[in-house]
């Protein structure tokens, strides 16, 4: 990336796109209703790490650098940019949406499990006489229940948040306004000869 095109977007809030062609960004496969992504693997990084510098909610401002030979796919890069980050969004926030469902079953299931041998151990611990053998026992099984409740706390609280965020960056690249420069590079490499 040249230097003019990263003061442009330091001034503008916009992410340069710098491309030789339009197959930099896009996938060479034909268009599929089956294939949904369109988005090369290095471009869809490099638009993130773009993105994920701007405030939570600002709007994606996609400064697209194309040669003028290429004028006429402007709009398929628009539409492709869009499909693609429309479709990663539904993806995330249906893994977001599973995540919290299966930590919620499990909080419930592992605090049935918790409560159950809490009075496990609270019997045992009444009927069965004083000993190491028995609170060895009720020890072990009070602290296997609390542990039962780590991984159900850790998608409630940790697991989901990356879920969030991706979702967060897709919705800015799926919104995301598009302006277009066009170079020609033709001239520009004939004045420097």
């Not at 599973?98 to 151990?121: C, D, E, K, N, P």
């Not at 019997?123 to 039962?148: D, Q």
């Not at 991706?166 to 520009?188: G, I, M, P, V």
Request: hydrophobic residues 40%.
């Amino acid at each position: 990336m040249s230097a003019e095109l990263r003061n442009d977007m330091k001034r503008s809030g916009e992410i340069v796109v710098p491309l030789d062609s339009v197959e930099q960004l896009l996938e060479p496969c034909p268009p599929s209703p089956f294939r949904r992504r369109r988005i090369r693997d290095e471009a869809e990084t490099f638009l993130l790490e773009r993105v994920a510098t701007l405030p939570d909610h600002a709007p994606a401002k996609l400064l697209v650098s194309l040669p003028e030979g290429e004028r006429g796919k402007a709009q398929t890069v628009a539409d492709a940019v869009h499909e693609h980050f429309n479709f990663r969004r539904i993806e995330a926030e249906k893994e977001l949406h599973r995540i919290r469902r299966f930590g919620w079953r499990s909080l419930v299931i592992a605090t049935v499990f918790l409560s159950g041998a809490i009075v496990i151990a609270q019997l045992m611990k009444r009927y069965l006489p004083e000993g190491n053998i028995v609170s060895v026992l009720t020890a072990g099984l009070t602290i296997f229940a609390w542990v039962a409740l780590w991984r159900p706390c850790e998608l409630l609280l940790y697991e989901w948040y990356p879920f969030k965020r991706d979702a967060r960056l897709f919705r800015q690249l799926e919104q995301s306004e598009f302006h277009f420069r066009y170079d020609n590079k033709e001239e520009a490499n004939a004045q420097q000869t």
